[in-house]
Nanobody
Framework: EVQLQASGGGMVQPGGSLRLSCATA????????IGWIRQAPGKEAEEVSC?????????WYADFAKGRFTISAENAKKTVYLQMTSVSVEDTAVYYCAIDQSCSGYGPAQYDQWGQGTLVTVSS
């Protein structure tokens, strides 16, 4: 069974930074794409970013993430990161990592399996 575990969430002030981690197990890490999805209270889930480990680490970002968030992968640890900078209160959400065949940017529904999320709260 595929394992995905997000961590690194917490409370951060507006303008601050945070790094989320997605530890993975029980699937060929280099054969899939790993994405970050978030869901704010009372809102629909939205795709944040994706890295395609099977295609030279190609990345995709939602417009709101471009220039502020960076997705990366550490193959030896089978872990994907989401570095968040210049965060705002609008970034408050539960962040999930999920697995898919590729990064298509078609939204959360494309992902085959999600892990448990980690809560990010941006507040002064």
């Amino acid at each position: 069974e595929v394992q995905l575990q997000a961590s690194g969430g917490g409370m951060v002030q507006p303008g601050g930074s945070l790094r989320l981690s997605c530890a993975t197990a029980k699937f060929p890490f280099g054969d899939y794409a790993i994405g970050w999805i978030r869901q704010a209270p009372g809102k629909e889930a939205e795709e944040v970013s994706c890295i395609d480990l099977s295609r030279d680490g190609r990345t995709w970002y939602a417009d709101f993430a471009k220039g502020r968030f960076t997705i990366s992968a550490e193959n030896a640890k089978k872990t994907v990161y989401l570095q968040m900078t210049s965060v705002s209160v609008e970034d408050t959400a539960v962040y999930y990592c999920a697995i898919d065949q590729s990064c298509s940017g078609y939204g959360p529904a494309q992902y085959d399996q999600w892990g448990q999320g980690t809560l990010v709260t941006v507040s002064s």
